[in-house]
């Protein structure tokens, strides 16, 4: 393959039927030219971020290295060439480096005397052979939705033998293609990913829409089977997945995130928002062997205080300043922190992670996580202990969404939370640290409201706004059926309602919006008392501020979308000296005009679905909302798991159709994100993402938006409550 005369696409992927896979870092390919030849140019294709070596030897023994073939501008294959070589060999030996784990290289050709101008190669697209269980997997999602959907409990009893038997069949050859060649690549576990939310969908449509003839132990089971298998493909399959250098084996600890967000929170009076990473660089210089200040000028670095990227050479002057911040003590306390990490990561995984935006959790979170670590040393002991609290909280949820919705909707619930890729970029967050905190808050102060146990509701609503900010919306989005009732009686009556009667509708909104705001208060107060004020808040909403408007590849939402053009992806400026960010912002100016309009059929959208609802009702149509008005980052995105939670199971055929549209169209999002992985640029991959969450978005609000209006066109002229009384969730 890396003499064939064929190349890749540019910007191919990087595993295919054309590309051959350094797998270790010591892979190597030799050739035999079979005589001492000169060597004056070389060409290679290989993967973009990845770096190539050539070396030369005559007698096959001793090798000299002669090229460094670099890492280059773009995605996917990449072609390299030098014409100003001048070398002797009879032995040839390619290795390489990568950049992440996807190393790989299509095409090698050396030239004793220059073509004049760069090589041309036939070029075509690569194909990917199927994994080990790719295919079997998809064959097994398929049959199970058809048993699913067609099966009766009074078919004959050969009839439902096969319903059940089928897929079990099916799922152990999975289950054999899989452990065969364990631990599976990732494009099978993204069709497992994919599979458990295809099926879970099946069996939530036929519950929907003809639930008087299932099998409820098969359906019930199956909805258990596909919670379990997306929850091993979001832990990995039960596989640590970072790489733990200095031991060489990997870890269940999430060092590129506790790298950032362990520091933040312990040392927050020192660093603040703007200083972990300059900090991180001069506890690396003063205590990593070898390091150097020149070793290290040129590593790429984000400064915390503008967002912009630059180098280390330039922020090194708050390099060799910042550790006026700390104590002796505490300096000393943080370097021996931050050796675990540049330890464990290894100094490229280290110094690489610079380039990320920092902590952006609120002093509140910080806060808490501040008492936590506090005495804390940085071990994998002690982050792992720490990692429990997210599958522990997770856990907490299904429980209390059980006990209030039933077992159908808390199982959707945890195929979504597997099964859903928004947390992806690289990897998710299984093994760091209250992740999933403010989720969990607002699934549990969904669980509250419906329980009508609003004080409580509220308060862990706001907990989640005080967490993580976006979710502040489902705090405001509480008003929204009064507000839709008041401008519904306002326009039907001709005049505004008393102010009597405006109380009387108000009077619900009182007990949880008060709790919310004793809560933000009670939070301020104490973060503020702690770290001060401008240092803690002040600082965070400069910071929030920064990022809101700063383009990156992996946000999401309605903006991601307006400033989005094909002709300008990453992909397509690779070879041109555009800049992907200044694109961004020059799109979205020239559309700024349609994405105002759309914010607003948004917003009508939302009220509309509002209408008539209940409180716990309003709050998630508010999160739901977080995509059209802010440009959050991908992993926020994550919340889709509690939107099951919008509408009950009932007996009542329209009110159980409704609930069964709403989780099957979350479920389908999640499928939907299969397709934003392989042969898809970074860039791309979020726009689509986008795409599918925004599309279900607006089925939601347009089935809840004609389901209040049905219900408000066939009531009579009366009022309409703020909140529906809530009735007992059915036995599962």
């Known amino acids: 393959r890396l003499t064939d005369g064929t190349v890749a696409k540019d910007g191919d992927f990087w595993k295919s039927d054309l590309t051959s896979i350094f797998s270790k870092p010591e892979s190597a390919i030799t050739w035999d030219l079979g005589r001492v030849v000169k060597i004056r140019a070389a060409y290679l294709q290989g993967d973009n971020n990845d770096d190539f070596f050539l070396a030369g030897s005559e007698d096959g023994k001793e090798f000299k290295p002669f090229w460094h073939a670099r890492t280059i501008r773009g995605a996917g294959m990449r072609p390299r060439y030098d014409s100003n070589l001048d070398a002797s060999a009879r032995f040839v030996r390619l290795t390489a480096r990568g950049g992440d784990d996807a190393v790989s290289a299509t095409e090698l050709a050396l030239f004793e005397t220059p073509p004049e101008g760069t090589p041309a190669f036939p070029t075509r697209v690569g194909k990917r052979p199927a994994l080990p269980g790719e295919n079997e997997a998809l064959i097994f999602g398929i049959v199970t ?6 099966h009766r409990w009074n078919h004959p009893g050969w009839a439902r033998g096969l319903a059940i038997g089928a897929p079990l069949v099916l799922a152990y050859a999975t289950y054999s293609a899989v452990e065969g060649a364990f631990p599976p690549e990732q494009p099978v576990v993204d069709m497992l990913r994919a599979v458990s939310a295809g099926v879970a969908a099946a069996a939530v449509l036929r519950l929907s829409f003809r639930p008087e003839d299932v099998m409820p132990r098969f359906v019930n089971g199956t909805l258990v089977a596909m919670a379990f298998l997306a929850m091993t493909t979001f832990y990995n399959m039960w596989q640590p997945q970072f790489e733990d250098v200095a031991d060489g084996r990997h870890t269940w600890v999430h060092t590129w995130d506790m790298r950032v967000y362990f520091p933040t929170a312990k040392y927050f009076d020192e660093l603040g928002f703007d200083g972990l990473y300059v900090a991180s660089v001069a506890a690396y210089l003063e205590d990593s062997p070898g390091a150097s200040e020149r070793g290290v000028a040129g590593v790429e670095i984000r400064d915390l205080k503008t967002y912009d990227m630059t180098t280390v050479s330039h922020v090194m002057d708050d390099v060799k300043t910042i550790k006026n911040r700390f104590s002796p003590e505490r300096w000393q306390a943080f370097k021996r922190d931050m050796s675990y990490f540049w330890k464990t990561m290894g100094s490229g995984g280290y110094l690489g992670s610079l380039r990320d935006h920092g902590g952006n959790a609120t002093p509140a979170w910080i806060f808490a996580v501040n008492l936590m670590f506090a005495h804390a040393v940085a071990t994998e002991n ?12 997770l856990l907490l949820f299904f429980v209390v969404a059980y006990r209030t919705f039933g077992l159908r909707t808390a199982l959707v619930c945890i195929v979504v939370y597997g099964a859903s890729t928004f947390p992806w970029f690289g990897s998710n967050w299984a093994g760091s640290t209250l992740r999933n905190d403010w989720m969990v808050c607002v699934g549990l102060g969904a669980c509250a409201l419906r329980k009508d146990r609003p004080a409580l509701g509220g308060a862990l609503l706001a ?26 009686t306002a326009n039907s009556e001709g005049k505004i309602p008393a102010p009597k009667r405006i109380l009387e509708h108000a009077r ?14 009670s939070l301020v107060i104490l973060s503020t008392l702690k770290f001060g004020f401008h240092h803690s808040w002040g600082d965070w909403a400069h910071k929030i501020a920064l990022h809101s408007v700063t383009p990156n590849v992996n946000h999401v939402g309605l903006r991601t979308l307006f400033q989005f053009d094909s002709g300008k992806t990453l992909r397509a400026l690779a070879n041109t000296n555009l800049d992907w960010a200044v694109e961004q912002v020059h799109t979205l100016a020239s559309r700024r005009p349609f994405f105002y309009l759309t914010v607003g059929i948004y917003t009508i959208l939302g009220l509309a679905a509002a209408r008539g609802r209940d409180l716990r009702q309003a709050a998630l149509i508010g999160m739901m909302m977080i995509p059209i008005y802010f440009y959050p980052s991908n992993y926020y995105l994550h919340y889709v798991f509690v939107l099951p939670l919008l509408v009950d199971y009932s007996e009542e055929p329209g009110e159980r159709g409704l609930w069964g549209l709403v989780s099957v169209v979350v479920l389908l999002i999640c499928v939907s994100e299969y397709f934003g992985f392989e042969g898809v640029n970074v860039d791309e991959r979020y726009a689509q993402w986008s795409w599918g969450a925004l599309i279900g978005y607006t089925v939601i609000f347009a089935a809840l938006a004609r389901d209040a209006w049905t219900k408000k066109t066939a009531a009579p002229a009366a009022d309409v409550p703020s909140e529906i009384p809530a009735e007992p969730a059915p036995a599962p």
Do not use: K, N, Y
């Open 145 to 150: 939705a058809i048993a699913l959907l067609v």
């Open 382 to 393: 002690v982050l792992l202990r720490a990692a429990w609290l997210d599958p522990l909280l």
């Open 463 to 488: 907990g989640a706004a005080m967490i993580r900010a976006f979710p502040a919306l489902s705090v405001f989005f509480l008003t929204a059926p009064f507000l839709v009732w008041l401008a519904d």
């Open 508 to 521: 619900p909104l009182f007990v949880p919006v008060g709790a919310a705001a004793a809560c933000v208060f």
